[in-house]
């Protein structure tokens, strides 16, 4: 199961992440469904659940960070130092000016949403990758005419459902949608649409592009592996990148939404595939998968559990960031939609990136595995070999042995011959 691991947030030193996660799981299911009442008089919504949970998330992260504390093992005294130095940090902003501090919060949003994205997308296709190469390896040892026809429906249904969920999808968002911001920097207009249009493209692009590379090094490279896996890689790659674009054309300067993409049925389906992928991210950074992101040099610095807690404050910020960017305008554009668009032009290289490693080291992988199948043929023959060695061996000294009896029999014989004449 790949949230098998959240077992663990039941033990009693990962409860405090287990209160923040579900805190966060309520704050995502109120503002997805924009759910809203009162309670002796106050109004409880996303935003005022997020408020106090982006504090303690900031908090913590900046214990776990500039404390090098251990965020399962916290005491009184390092929450302390972690709320003054909190406190001073907001201090510096405020002397700053509230222009600096709005600029500031900005940037660290769109860090944050930088980061989200980065973050789950490698945790989420790294699964997928290696689902699938698990998957291709029990159709792999199957019957020959079996094994055939199942890895190639894994490959090109994949890549098919992938390429037509990215035409259905980018038909429907950029076909009946239609967005006027324009982003100004400097003496430079840039049509943001124009730049929402070419995603689809691209993912198609690479699509074709990786199932190309793929198809290439299997004809051309020498004894290179078929990448069956890469049709489920390719398959939830699609279903992400269409996420990201529904959820673009659901918020920002965006008329017209199609009535398919606006309706309750699609923001249930997102919450569900937006809640898998943070789980199993979860899951995978209390498991032992974390090494994937923790090998990475921009986060020595910090230890697991201050991964897990930038992981929830990025996920607070990035469902945060609705509100708080939404009458925000950076050249002349809405930020929330330009936070859109980041999002997209963030997912492709990731995409490009994990699905060429992928390619790689499945390759390597397989010629590893030939090469230990190779020697264990080698060992078995030798092993035979040795077998039959020792059975021959066994047989000629059988046959000695018979005569060398059959020898003495003759003796025997002869001498008793000798003796009557005697």
């Not at 969920?165 to 649409?193: C, D, M, P, W």
């Not at 890689?233 to 699609?238: D, E, N, R, V």
């Not at 910020?317 to 997209?344: E, I, P, Q, W």
């Not at 060398?404 to 003796?419: F, G």
Request: aromatic content about 14%; charged content about 20%.
């Amino acid at each position: 199961m790949p949230i098998s691991d959240l077992k663990k947030l039941a033990e009693k030193e990962n409860r405090k992440f287990l209160v923040l996660i579900l805190w966060l799981i309520v704050g995502v299911t109120f503002v997805t469904f924009n759910i809203e009442f009162q309670i002796f008089g106050l109004v409880l919504n996303g935003f005022v659940l997020f408020m106090p949970l982006l504090i303690i998330c900031i908090v913590l992260f900046l214990i776990a960070f500039f404390l090098q504390a251990d965020i399962k093992e916290l005491n009184r005294a390092t929450i302390g130092k972690g709320v003054v130095l909190t406190f001073i940090f907001a201090l510096i902003f405020w002397f700053l000016g509230t222009e600096i501090f709005e600029i500031i919060g900005l940037v660290s949003f769109i860090v944050s949403f930088i980061s989200y994205i980065f973050i789950t997308s490698i945790f989420s296709m790294y699964y997928i990758y290696t689902y699938g190469i698990k998957l291709d390896e029990k159709f792999y040892k199957m019957p020959a005419p079996l094994a055939f026809v199942a890895r190639w429906f894994i490959f090109l249904a994949g890549i098919v459902i992938g390429l037509g969920i990215i035409i259905f999808i980018g038909q429907i968002s950029i076909g009946q949608s239609h967005i006027t911001a324009i982003l100004r920097i400097g003496g430079y207009e840039f049509k943001v649409h124009d730049f929402v249009s070419l995603v689809p493209t691209i993912i198609i692009g690479t699509i074709i592009g990786l199932t190309a590379i793929s198809l290439l090094a299997l004809i051309f490279g020498d004894n290179h592996a078929f990448n069956a896996w890469l049709g489920l890689f390719i398959l939830f790659s699609s279903i992400y990148g269409a996420v990201l674009m529904v959820n673009a054309f659901l918020g920002g300067q965006v008329a017209n939404v199609s009535p398919l993409l606006d309706n309750p049925i699609t923001y249930v389906i997102l919450f569900i595939f937006d809640l898998f992928v943070i789980l199993y991210t979860i899951s995978a950074l209390i498991g032992s998968k974390a090494e994937v992101i923790l090998d990475l040099k921009i986060f020595k610095p910090i230890k697991p559990d201050g991964i897990l807690i930038f992981l929830i404050l990025c996920k607070v910020a990035y469902t945060f960031g609705g509100y708080y960017l939404a009458d925000s305008v950076f050249g002349g554009t809405n930020a929330d939609l330009l936070k859109n668009v980041l999002v997209f032009w963030l997912f492709i290289p990731l995409m490009i990136i994990m699905g060429l490693v992928g390619i790689l080291q499945y390759g390597k992988i397989k010629r590893e595995r030939k090469t230990e199948k190779y020697f264990k043929k080698k060992q078995k023959r030798e092993q035979k070999d040795k077998e039959k060695r020792a059975k021959e061996q066994e047989k000629d000294r059988q046959q000695r042995i018979k005569e060398r009896e059959k020898e003495e029999r003759i003796k025997e014989k002869e001498e008793k011959k000798r003796k009557k004449k005697e």
